[in-house]
């Protein structure tokens, strides 16, 4: 009998619940195990820095397993297709074990395949592993999900955490089915010719060994001042972990633990660290219970809110980062440039996006969806939907962020600005963040004549945000 585990956003073997099954399950019938991978036709459709990095994961991993020799086939295709390759090429198969996904097109691909596989005799078992505490574990009392932050994280806290699960790789060696004895028609060609030969970007920091050296240096050099230095992004204060978990080189749960373990030591920054991983989680279950949220509205009554939706010449300066507000123009191009940005420049440039120029939320949502390489559905739409005031437990709308306070406030000396707009790093301290107040004469020093080599801000943030109060009051009365 074959096991086969169909790997998903699971890409480790520490911390594999379904590896880890099947393993066990081969061991007690004397069966054997193979890992793969199913390539959807959707994933294919646009190749963008979050694809870009998910597939050179996928890469890394499969030349991982090579190194172990074993190998991991690549179906293309769509279910039917792919999956009909699984079954020509393993014609022993007892049953497929993965990782449970969540999203709303996780969920539909995963009943259709399921079910396909369960019509041909072939048993199917999902397996936690991609959250601390899963989306569907946690209900209030009387059953009601979640809707505020607190009040879940109580229970989060208390909720009991899943131990890892370890795999012995000598044993797997053993138990991997022999690739010379099937006859695999896999598309791993076609995945290197059609897919990787076409990424704009080449990722280094990839695979499950880059992820654990991050973490044990990020717990050792950086949890105890987390609390303290998580918002400034000139700091380097947070884990950058996030590409990781995205692609599940790092078990949220090996997470959870190794920094739990330094909780006496790490104190405030160890607690408020493990709080933003039940962020994760509560947007996760957000999402999970309600799949529409991914474009629209959580609040019923922002629905139907005026947004600007056309790709004018607003939404290319904010797109290029040349709004004239050097700290929202910093993270994006932060962003264009690494695929990945500050927490603190995501608040402020989506805040910027949705308050100061009224562009709906949802452009902003898919902006970020193509160029972050950690891209995550239920976050982004959760962090979307907070800075847009129209989430679950989001800001609310009279509080409007203010660009220039936000930069003083977050990049004091602006070191970041200078960082990511080169074109202001002779722009005196004073002047860093309205470089429009420059005098003349200073403009020329610094070699930064505003309207020429630095934009003028472009909008006014003042009369932004008037009107935008007043758009939401309009709708709280109607
Ligand atoms: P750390 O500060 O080191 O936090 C550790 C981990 O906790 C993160 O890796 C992440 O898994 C989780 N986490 C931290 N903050 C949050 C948060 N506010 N919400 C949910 N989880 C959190 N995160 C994504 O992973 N993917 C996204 O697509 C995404 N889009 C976002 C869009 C907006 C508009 C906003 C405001 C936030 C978004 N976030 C997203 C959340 C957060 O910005 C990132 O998780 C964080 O910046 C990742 O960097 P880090 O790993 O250094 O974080």
């Known amino acids: ?10 890409l480790r073997f520490h ?22 991978f199913h390539l959807h036709p959707n994933f294919i459709t646009t190749i963008d820095s979050h694809h870009d990095y998910f597939f050179q994961s996928v890469h890394h991993f499969q030349e991982k397993c090579q190194q172990l020799n074993l190998h991991l086939p690549i179906f293309f295709g769509d279910p039917h297709e792919a999956f009909s390759k699984l079954l020509a090429s393993f014609n022993t198969l007892k049953a497929v074990f993965y990782q449970k996904d969540y999203t709303r097109f996780g969920k539909e691909r995963d009943k259709e395949i399921t079910s396909f596989l369960h019509n041909k005799g072939i048993a199917t078992y999902g397996f936690s592993g991609s959250h601390i505490v899963e989306p569907d574990e946690l209900t209030k009392a009387d059953g009601t999900p979640y809707h505020v932050f607190t009040p879940y994280f109580r229970k989060w806290q208390q909720h009991l955490k899943p131990k890892t699960v370890s795999i012995n790789l000598e044993e797997l060696k053993n138990r991997y089915v022999c690739h010379d004895s099937h006859n695999i028609k896999d598309d791993t060609s076609y995945f290197k010719h059609h897919v990787l030969a076409h990424c704009h970007q080449q990722w280094t920091d990839i695979g499950e060994e880059k992820a654990i050296e991050l973490l044990e240096q990020f717990i050792e050099e950086r949890l105890t001042t ?4 998580r918002d400034q992004p000139a700091q380097s204060g947070t884990s950058n972990l996030s590409p990781f978990i995205k692609t599940g080189a790092l078990s949220p749960a090996t997470i959870f633990h190794s920094v739990t373990a330094h909780i006496d030591t790490a104190g405030k920054g160890a607690e408020t660290f493990i ?5 994760r989680d509560f947007y996760a279950m957000i999402y999970h219970v309600y799949p529409e949220t991914d474009t629209q509205e959580y609040q019923l009554k922002y629905r139907d809110l005026p947004w600007q939706k056309d790709e004018d010449e607003l939404w290319q300066r904010w797109i290029t980062g040349t709004t004239g507000f050097p700290i929202v123009d910093a993270g994006m191009r932060q962003l264009n440039e690494t695929g990945w940005m500050h927490n603190r420049l995501r ?16 452009l902003g949502e898919a902006y970020f969806a193509k160029k972050l390489i950690d891209y995550d559905i239920a976050s982004n739409v959760g962090g979307w939907q907070w800075a847009a005031s129209v989430g679950t437990d989001a800001v609310p709308y009279f509080r409007v962020f203010n660009p220039t306070r936000q930069s003083e406030r977050f990049d004091p000396k602006g070191l970041f600005i200078k960082q990511y707009v080169p074109e202001l790093a002779q722009v005196p301290v004073k002047y860093i963040h309205h470089p429009a107040t420059m005098p003349h004469a200073t403009q020329q020093a610094s070699t930064c004549l505003i309207g020429h080599d630095y934009p003028e801000p472009s909008v006014d943030h003042a009369l932004q945000r008037k009107k935008t109060i007043a ?8």
């Open 275 to 279: 709080k933003e991983l039940a962020w």
């Open 226 to 229: 987390y609390a303290e230095l």
């Open 347 to 362: 608040m402020v440039t989506a805040s910027f996006l949705t308050k100061d120029y009224l562009i709906d939320w949802r």
């Open 471 to 478: 758009i939401f009051k309009e709708e709280n009365l109607s």
């Open 1 to 10: 009998d074959i096991y086969a585990v169909w790997l998903r956003n699971d």
């Open 15 to 36: 911390d594999n619940r379904a590896i880890h099954q099947a393993l066990r399950a081969a061991c007690e019938t004397n069966g054997r195990v193979v890992l793969f």
